[in-house]
C-alpha cells in the first residue's frame, strides 16, 4: 500500500482547499470532516481504514515542499510538531498497532479537543515508545495574519505552514461560541 495522508476537517471548511491544492502526488489522500475535532479524524482513519501508519494533518497545514516527505520513516510514529508539546497540534505519522493499544476517544468540544493534544498524544507515546519530533522550529509565535476572516497565527519553516485559530486555553470559549 501507498503512503498515506489523512486530513482532518470539517464540513465547509474554508480551509480544505487550499490544503488540498498543497498536497503531493503519489500518495493516497483521505479527507475526514464529519466532526470530532483531530481525534475524530484520526479515529475515523483508524476504524474505517486499513492503513497501518499515516500521516495526520489538519486542513489548517499547506505543504511548502514535497520532497521531505520522501525522507521520511512510514513505518515508525514521528510527531511533526513539538510545541506545546511532542504530537503538538496532533501533527504526525500514526501507527495502527499503538493506536490499537490506546484507542481513539470521541471529542465533542474544544476543550476536550485542547485536553487530548496533552493526555491522549502522552499516552500514544507511551505505547509506541521513542516518537521523535521532527520540526523543532513549529512553534508558537507572535506572527499573526487574518485567513479565511479570522485571526490566526502562523506557524511555519521551509516545509510547511501551519495556521492556528485557537493557540491558548482562554481562546477555548470564543472558538467554541463561533463554531456552535
Known amino acids: 500500500m501507498r503512503n498515506a495522508i ?18 503531493p502526488t503519489g500518495y493516497d489522500i483521505y479527507v475526514f470532516a464529519s466532526g470530532g475535532y483531530e481525534l475524530g479524524a484520526i479515529r475515523q482513519a483508524h ?11 489538519q486542513d489548517s497545514v499547506v505543504l ?3 520532497e521531505w516527505l520522501k525522507d521520511l520513516s512510514w513505518r515508525q510514529s514521528i510527531a511533526l510538531c513539538g510545541c506545546p508539546a511532542t504530537y503538538g497540534s496532533f501533527l504526525g505519522i500514526y501507527q495502527r498497532r499503538y493506536l490499537d493499544i490506546v484507542g ?37 509565535n507572535e506572527s499573526r495574519e487574518i485567513r479565511h476572516g479570522r485571526e490566526v497565527m502562523r506557524i511555519e519553516n521551509e516545509f510547511l505552514v501551519k495556521f492556528k485559530s485557537c493557540w491558548s486555553v482562554a481562546m477555548i470559549p470564543e472558538y467554541e461560541a463561533l463554531h456552535a
Not at 482532518?8 to 498543497?22: K, V
Not at 476504524?47 to 494533518?57: A, G, H, M
Not at 465533542?108 to 519530533?133: H, L, S
Open 104 to 140: 481513539t476517544p470521541l471529542t465533542r468540544t474544544k476543550r476536550e479537543a485542547v485536553d487530548r493534544e496533552r493526555d491522549w498524544t502522552e499516552a500514544y507515546i507511551r505505547a509506541a515508545g521513542n516518537v521523535p519530533v521532527l520540526f523543532n522550529d513549529l512553534a508558537d
Open 6 to 23: 489523512v486530513i482532518g476537517s470539517h464540513p465547509n471548511s474554508p480551509w480544505l482547499h487550499d490544503c488540498l491544492a498543497s498536497m
Open 64 to 66: 511548502k515542499s514535497h
Open 47 to 57: 476504524e474505517f481504514t486499513r492503513l497501518e501508519s499515516f500521516l495526520f494533518l
